[in-house]
C-alpha cells in the first residue's frame, strides 16, 4: 500500500525558512521521481518542485532561487527546502508520485507566511 507523509509544514513570518519532509512507503521509492505540489484557497493545484530518481530537479520560475528539492533513497524521503518565504507561498502543500497504478498523493501539509 502506498503511503505518502508530509510534515513540517507550519506558520513562518516573510522572509522566513521551512523545510518540509515527505515519508514514503509502498513502493521502491529510489526508483520514481517525486513532486512537490501547492493548493491555495480558491487556486488550482500547482507544481513546485519536481526530482527525478537520478537527482535531477526542475522549479518553476515563482519558487527558482527559493526552493530546493532533494532526496534521501535511505531513508525514503523527499525534502523541500523553503526560503526566502513570501505571503503568496501560504497553501497546503502535498507531495506527489506517478506509479503505473496512478498518481498518489500525501494528506498535505499547511505553510502560512504572514507577519
Known amino acids: 500500500q502506498v503511503q505518502l507523509v508530509e510534515s513540517g509544514g507550519g506558520l513562518v513570518q516573510p522572509g522566513g525558512s521551512l523545510r518540509l519532509s515527505c515519508a514514503a512507503s509502498g513502493y521502491i521509492f529510489s526508483l520514481y521521481a517525486m513532486g512537490w505540489y501547492r493548493q491555495a484557497p480558491g487556486k488550482q493545484r500547482e507544481l513546485v518542485a519536481f526530482i527525478t530518481s537520478g537527482g535531477s530537479t526542475y522549479y518553476p520560475d515563482s519558487v527558482k532561487g527559493r526552493f530546493t528539492i532533494s532526496r534521501d533513497n535511505a531513508k525514503n524521503t523527499v525534502y523541500l527546502q523553503m526560503n526566502s518565504l513570501k505571503p503568496e507561498d501560504t497553501a497546503v502543500y502535498y507531495c506527489?508520485?506517478?506509479?503505473?497504478?496512478?498518481?498518489?498523493w500525501g494528506q498535505g501539509t499547511q505553510v502560512t507566511v504572514s507577519a
Open positions: 506527489n508520485v506517478k506509479l503505473s497504478p496512478g498518481d498518489y
